[in-house]
Nanobody
């Protein structure tokens, strides 16, 4: 059994904040990194942020200074704190787990930033 469960999406006004979480459960071995990707209608899926098992982080230029990724290795859970949200952040956000073998993906959670 392998499962990624995402939560925390929703509707928020510009300038607001949301916190996404993704919990990995089941027999997932050799996780090297966890992260978040997003896809807006008509656009390619893009990397938002990643964090390695050692704690190093990487962010898309568009979210630097606004988003923060963190991880609880013991719980195999990754978080994305999103502040100062903009309408262009509107997308479906997908949790990703990098490991030995195929990557794992969450079901996606909708984030809508609108007045």
């Amino acid at each position: 059994q392998v499962q990624l469960v995402e939560s925390g999406g929703g509707l928020v006004q510009p300038g607001g904040s949301l916190r996404l979480s993704c919990a990995a459960s089941g027999n997932i071995f050799s996780i090297s990194a966890m992260g978040w990707y997003r896809q807006a209608p008509g656009k390619q899926r893009e990397l938002v942020a990643t964090i390695s098992s050692g704690g190093s982080t990487r962010y898309a230029d568009s979210v630097k200074g606004r988003f923060t990724i963190s991880r609880d290795n013991a719980k195999n859970t990754v978080y994305l704190q999103m502040n100062s949200l903009k309408p262009e952040d509107t997308a479906v956000y997908y949790c990703n787990v990098r490991r030995i073998g195929p990557d794992l993906w969450g079901q996606g959670t909708q984030v809508t930033v609108s007045s």
